[in-house]
């Protein structure tokens, strides 16, 4: 198969950015796009020229390092799917493939279809976690946890942190993304005595890194290659009411789980 | 060089808690004052990076990763073992010691393996603690499984993403950590070299992936914990971003490398399709407990698979094996499925794959049930292949999944070079020649969360250290070093992409170097691989600059790196003349063709020492006592 790729190219943090029209030669339909990719960059590599930067690592969907917007759509046309995990006999022969990286003001690019996801590891470590030392825990089956909040805070869990949700939403939200880990340690008896705490701080990280507002567009649930339910997004809501409303923790003014 | 394991005296069951007894500690007031450098933050060094910073160290921690929550450990489907015996089935610490020491082949420290068995119980307390969503029955109890031909049910899993679980709860407690302070986060940084002041390791060169900096970090302790080396075949279940360097480079500075042929063969693993392929994928090993394995029994039979009669299949492991069938441990299927392939009988257009087939369990349980037990896989499968499984045989052959070779480690963890810690996939660990499934998980996370918290301060506490700052000459040394090797990348300026060496490579170390071995096959590999390695230099193409990102220069260099290593893992397995584990040597077997191996010559760990690139490594030797597990042949039969 044969594809005319336009490239998102952009050398660093702040320059500014274009589109590079490559052409991708015999390329088998058993290949993912990142093959694809691979292999566009090797002839760039072969002719002296710099390959096109993009990320990715475990190739199997899990890792959510791979991050491009493929045709407009973060992550492709499939749904459920990473862009690693996307095939070429997916695309028809010929067809003209436009690719770039996430775009959002919290997710600076750092250089063609490389962006900076660093504030989600922030907002992890605002409060989405359970502070537990290491040692001190009692026996694990001490607690009984109900099947289905187990399984439930297993769904959330699910999140393989890519940024596809914020990547898609019109508002540049991280909303998605907060509430899946909200909702995962807030099912867990574990997870009880921060659970105000926690969504208050996450939020307020959220807010603070320039992630958008959420306007119920839910485009973030249609890009999720985990398909990550909205409903986690009404629950964290209804936590981060509580808490805002009973909690100890002041809230900033000008925050809200939106 | 002198191998001392340090193992500490006494019956097997108190040693660990007796050297816990007698480890001197660090003033808690004085482990701010102490700076420890904590490379790769998978399971292994997250959670190490957490629980010293708990404990009060002032930590650093590396990875050259975006995101620790990143790291390989994410992509482990199957499970964790540990010796809790929920379900009642028998199972102890002595059974689980038993078992891996037995599973490896007799090639692992006993004293290692059950220190490693007893911390299993606290790993689940903890990860529980944290969050992780395990699997639990109705009444609300945790869920375990058998895994791996295990007799006993000890695996915990969280669906097919117990890796991702287990690595978001460690994650998540090193970035509480990271959030109060007690540890600075570098991310996309990789380290390039350790720096050793007095002999000591004093600290790390990394370069920053996206300005091209070169840093200088000092420390009291360094701790490499970054993982495997399983891409040097280039095709494999691993990550792109698996690599040799950092160990490589430490090794090159002093540290032994143990066992570098012990590699693990994984049976299952959705085969080879093309020249294009990046990577393997793995299907699960669940799968073989509904699946039968079969290949046509005459060669050249090109019959899609239907269309042959019961009559005219070979269903090897069944018929070889059969009390244990198609649930053989890793290495034995693995090693049958290539002997069937290289007789010819192997299906597919390479001929490379067998059949693992699912008809018989659809009759026996619907296609409902199997859809609930194997759904995902089975999607993920028709995905990469575009066959649908419930329908036409899978095809699947064995492909490299995890390396149990790695830096030589003593009791504490502490490689040769004092003060370098190695912790996880990258030591030489505690698998001997074969890791059991569901027990790699569970080393990364004892030797971060329950060991290194402990044999550090000892260190610490024993040692005097003297101020060192990364004025030090030899930080100037390493740093010029580090910036020669890429400036000699980057000047080759040839037309050949570094992936284009790093497949040749993996084809010669698959070739003779994989599952089965001989002599003649690893001596053309050693003869091949200076050859890839001298091309390498005269005709990669590096393009763009060192002062930014570069994809093409991370990637040149960490191939830079599997082009030496892989001659070493060649030297180790031409050394040991013996069968063992996952490794297949042909002149070593019994007269039925099984694996043969030989305790008289080889129940040692081979430990090398690094002379210079194209010069031969020393071999050191520890020996391996066996107290409570007796030596014997393992049989499947
Ligand atoms: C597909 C698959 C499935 C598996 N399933 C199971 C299972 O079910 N059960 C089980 O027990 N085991 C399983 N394993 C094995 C297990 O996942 C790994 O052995 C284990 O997770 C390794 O953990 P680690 O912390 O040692 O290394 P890794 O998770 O590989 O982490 C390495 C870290 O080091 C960093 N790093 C590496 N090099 C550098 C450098 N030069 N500079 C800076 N940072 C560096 C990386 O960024 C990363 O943070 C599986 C493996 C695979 C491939
Ligand atoms: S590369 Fe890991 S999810 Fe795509």
Not at chain 1, 66 to 84: A, I, N, Q, R
Not at chain 1, 159 to 180: D, E, K, Q, R, T
Not at chain 2, 81 to 90: F, H, I, R, S, V
Request: glycine fraction near 10%.
């Amino acid at each position: 198969m044969n594809f005319k790729l336009r490239l998102w190219r952009q050398k660093d943090r702040t320059s500014p950015g274009s589109f590079q029209e490559v052409e991708a030669h015999g390329i088998s339909p058993d290949m993912s796009f990142l093959e694809m990719l691979d292999e566009v960059n090797n002839d760039m590599i072969r002719a002296g020229s710099e390959p096109v930067a993009f990320e990715s690592d475990c190739r199997e969907g899990i890792c959510g390092t791979c991050s491009l917007v493929v045709e407009g759509l973060p992550h492709g046309p499939d749904k459920g799917t990473t862009v690693c995990q996307l095939f070429m006999r997916r695309f028809l022969d010929g067809q003209t493939i436009s690719v770039e990286p996430w775009r959002a003001k919290a997710f600076p690019i750092l250089k063609d279809l490389v962006a900076d996801r660093a504030a989600f590891d922030d907002i992890i470590a605002a409060g989405g976690f359970i502070s537990a030392k290491t040692g001190s825990a009692p026996d694990a089956n001490g607690l009984p946890v109900p099947k289905k909040d187990a399984d439930t805070a297993m769904d959330a869990a699910a999140c393989i942190g890519c940024g596809a949700c914020v990547a898609a939403c019109p508002n540049a939200s991280a909303m998605l993304f907060v509430a899946a880990k909200v909702s995962h340690l807030g099912h867990l008896p574990q997870g009880q005595p921060e659970r105000e705490r926690r969504v208050v701080r996450m939020v307020s990280k959220m807010d603070e890194a320039g992630f958008g507002n959420c306007s119920n567009r839910y485009e973030c649930e249609a890009a999720c290659p985990k398909e990550i339910s909205v409903e986690h997004i009404a629950r964290m809501n209804r936590d981060y009411g509580v808490s805002s409303l009973f909690g100890s923790e002041r809230v900033r003014a000008e925050g809200g789980a939106g | 060089m002198i191998l001392d394991s340090k193992i500490p005296p006494g019956a097997m069951a108190d040693k660990w808690t007796d050297y816990g007894f007698n480890m001197k500690l660090v003033n808690p007031a004085n482990k701010r004052k102490h700076k420890v450098i904590v490379v790769g933050t998978g399971l292994a060094g997250a959670s190490a990076a957490a629980s010293l910073a708990e404990k009060g160290y002032n930590v650093h921690a590396f990875t050259f990763q975006d995101s620790p929550r990143r790291a390989h450990s994410i992509a482990a489907q199957g499970g964790i073992n540990a010796a809790k015996n929920y379900p009642g089935d028998g199972d102890s610490i002595h059974r689980l010691f038993y078992d891996t020491v037995k599973g490896g082949d007799f090639r692992a420290r006993e004293a290692n393996v059950h220190r490693l068995a007893e911390i299993s119980l606290k790993i689940i307390d903890h990860c529980v603690a944290l969050g992780v969503p395990f699997a639990r029955e109705y009444g609300g109890l945790l869920d375990n499984r058998s895994f791996g031909g295990a007799q006993v049910s000890r695996t915990f899993y969280a669906r097919g993403q117990t890796g991702q679980q287990l690595l978001l709860g460690a994650y998540q407690s090193l970035m509480r950590q990271v959030g109060e302070g007690q540890v600075k986060l570098h991310t996309r940084r990789e380290m390039l070299d350790v720096v050793l002041v007095d002999g000591v390791a004093r600290g790390i060169i990394v370069r920053d992936l996206v300005t091209g900096r070169l840093e200088r970090h000092e420390a009291d302790a360094v701790i490499l914990a970054t993982g495997g080396y399983g891409r040097v075949f280039y095709l494999s279940t691993n990550a792109a971003g698996c690599n040799v360097t950092a160990a490589w480079r430490a090794h090159k500075r002093g540290a032994a490398f143990a066992n570098p042929c012990f590699t693990q063969i994984h049976p299952t693993c959705v085969p080879v399709a093309g020249d294009h392929q990046s990577k393997l994928t793995l299907m699960s090993e669940s799968l073989r407990n509904d699946g039968r394995v079969w290949v046509p029994r005459t060669a050249g039979d090109k019959r899609p698979p239907h269309d042959i009669p019961e009559a005219e299949r070979f269903y090897f492991l069944e018929e070889k094996y059969p009390s244990f069938g198609n649930l053989v441990p890793r290495d034995v299927a693995s090693r049958n499925a290539k002997q069937v392939c290289d007789a010819g009988l192997g299906v597919g257009e390479s001929g490379l794959s067998v059949y693992l087939d699912f008809s018989d369990a659809i009759k026996r349980l619907g296609e409902g049930k199997i859809r609930e037990k194997y759904g995902n896989l089975f999607h993920m499968y028709d995905k990469i292949t575009d066959e649908n499984p419930y329908q036409v045989p899978m095809r699947i052959y064995p492909a490299v999944h995890y390396t149990m070779g790695g830096l030589w480690v003593d009791y504490n963890l502490m490689s040769t070079i004092p003060g370098l810690h190695v912790l996880g996939e990258a030591n030489f660990s505690d698998h001997g020649a074969n890791r059991l499934g569901a027990s790699a998980l569970m080393q990364g996370l004892a030797d971060g969360y329950f060991v290194i918290s402990q044999t550090l301060g000892h260190y610490l506490a024993s040692t005097s250290l003297p101020k060192v700052t990364t004025d030090h000459a030899a930080f100037a040394e390493a740093e010029h070093d580090a910036k020669a090797h890429i400036d000699r990348l980057l000047a080759v300026k040839g037309n050949v992409p570094a992936v284009e060496f790093h497949r040749r490579l993996g084809k010669v170390l698959w070739e003779h170097c994989g599952m089965a071995r001989n002599e003649a096959g690893l001596k053309l590999a050693l003869q091949e691989i200076p050859k890839i390695r001298a091309d390498f230099w005269n005709n990669v193409s590096v393009t763009g600059a060192g002062g930014d990102l570069n994809i093409a220069l991370e990637e040149a260099g960490r191939v830079a790196d599997f082009l030496e290593f892989g001659e070493l893992m060649v030297r180790d397995a031409l050394t040991r003349k013996e069968s063992c584990g996952g490794h297949f040597r042909e002149e070593s077997q019994t007269p039925e063709n099984e694996a043969l191996r030989d305790d008289e010559n080889f129940c040692h760990v081979a430990a090398w020492e690094f002379t210079g690139v194209d010069s031969e490594p020393i071999l050191h030797k520890e020996p391996l006592a066996f107290e409570e597990v007796h030596l014997t042949q393992r049989s499947y039969k």
